[in-house]
C-alpha cells in the first residue's frame, strides 16, 4: 500500500497537554482531511484493550503484558485506520504512539528497549510519523494540571516513574532529531501551538 499523507505523533508524560494540542491543531490546521486518534484506541478493538490496560484494578499486570496489550492496540489501529488513511493522502494525527512504548515501558518500567523496538517493528511493520512533537514538561506540573482528576493505572504510578518517562523521551528525541521535535509545554498554551504549528509548516508547507 504506498504512502502519500503526513503522519505526526504528539507525545509526552501525563498532562503534557497532548490531548490539549491535539484540539486546538484541529481547530487550526489548514488541512482538508484529517484523521485525529488517540493511543491506545481509535478503533472498537483497540478501545477495548484501552479500557483494560488503563483500568486501575489491573496492578497487577506484568509490564511485559502491558506492552504486548499496548502493541496488539497499536497494531489494530495501523492496520484498519492509519494506513488506509496516509495512502488516501490524508493527515493523521495521533495522541501517543510508538515513542510511548520506549518511554513508558523501556524507561518507566525497564524492559528490554531491543525487544520492544523490535515489538515495535512487528505491531506497526515499520510504520514512523513524519513529525513527533514532545510536549516536554516537568512531571510535577503534569501532577498539578491534571488536578482533582481520578488517576489511571499508568498515573497512579507516581512522580518518579513520570521521572523515568520524561528521560526516557527526551534520550529519543537525542536519537532521532530529524523526527522528534521537543516543545516546552510549561508555557502559555498559546505558545505551545504556535511553535507546533511552525513545525508541521516547514513539514507540510502553507
Partial sequence: ??????????????????????????????????????????????EKIRAVLLD???????????????????????????RPALAQ????????YLDSTIAYQGYGRGLDLDFLTQLNELCTGGLKPDLTLLLDVDPWEGLRRRGGEQPDRLEQEG???????????????????ERVKVINAGREQREVLAEALGYLKELVGG
Fill in 56 to 82: 486501575a484494578q489491573n496492578m497487577g499486570m506484568a509490564a511485559r503484558t502491558e506492552a504486548l496489550l499496548y502493541a496488539a492496540a497499536r497494531s489494530q489501529v495501523v492496520e484498519e485506520i492509519i
Fill in 89 to 96: 493522502g490524508k493527515l493523521v494525527l495521533a495522541d501517543r
Fill in 1 to 46: 500500500m504506498s504512502r502519500n499523507g503526513v503522519f505526526i505523533s504528539l507525545e509526552g508524560v501525563d498532562g503534557a497537554g497532548k490531548t490539549s494540542l491535539r484540539e486546538l491543531l484541529m481547530e487550526t490546521i489548514n488541512f482538508d482531511n484529517i484523521i485525529s486518534i488517540r493511543e491506545p484506541g481509535g478503533t472498537y478493538i483497540s
Fill in 159 to 177: 512522580i518518579v516513574f513520570q521521572q523515568k518517562v520524561r528521560q526516557g523521551y527526551l534520550e529519543i528525541a537525542t536519537r532521532e532529531p
